[in-house]
Structures are given as C-alpha cells and as structure tokens.
C-alpha cells in the first residue's frame, strides 16, 4: 500500500525499549479533502526520516499493522498502526522522469518527421 503527500511532521527517534525504537511521520495528502496520515518507522527504518524534510512531496510505502492488547482488568483492545518500510521522494522521481520521458517524446517526434518515406509499397 502506498501513500502519497507532503511531509507534514517528522519527529524524534523515540527509544520505547532496549530493543524497539520507532519515528512517527505524518503524510499530508492533497485533493479536495486532505488528510493527514500518522505512519511510523522503526527499528533501523528510522533514520530513514532524516534524507527528508517537512514541505517535501514522497510517495511512503507502508505495511497495515495491527495488535490486540488485553488489560490486567481483561479489557480488550486493538491497535493499527501504519508501518514505512521504503520512502521516495516524489519531486526527484517525477522531475527526473519527466525529463527522460519529455526528451524520449520529442526526439522521437522529430526522427519522425525528419524521416522519408522509403518503404517500397
């Protein structure tokens, strides 16, 4: 699953456990309703964040995670959280794309039209 938007927050590498570590980022998406998507990194995903900056347009691929969690008092609940396991800038992606894309399209329009018809039939 993919989200696409502006970075709205990046926070601090919060260190829950001696062996957990997570880093909450918060997704911006564009159209007529924004919303604002919480996902988060963890473990050596975390540093992840910090090639990034807040205004920045990624495309986040994100696993869907979800627990159960039974209180002493035997109260159940469950918890989703939205896990980035990969980051990509969508401005670089689309700018370097576009270029490539553009230059492919307009060379091969003009080898088109500088072309003569030598076809025997």
């Not at 990194?41 to 347009?57: H, I, K, P, R, Y």
């Amino acid at each position: 699953m993919n989200v696409e938007g502006k970075i709205h927050k990046i926070g601090e590498t919060q260190q829950i456990s001696q062996k957990f570590q997570k880093r909450e980022i918060v997704i911006k998406t564009e159209g007529d309703y924004p919303q604002f998507i919480g996902c988060q990194l963890t473990q050596d995903n975390c540093s992840m964040a910090d090639q990034f900056v807040v205004g920045q347009e990624v495309n986040a691929s994100i696993n869907l995670r979800g627990r159960e969690w039974k209180s002493p008092q035997g109260e159940v609940k469950y918890f989703n959280t939205l896990e980035i396991w990969k980051m990509t800038s969508t401005q670089e992606m689309g700018s370097a794309q576009g270029g490539i894309d553009r230059n492919f399209q307009e060379d091969a329009i003009n080898d088109l039209q500088n072309q003569q018809d030598d076809l025997p039939f």
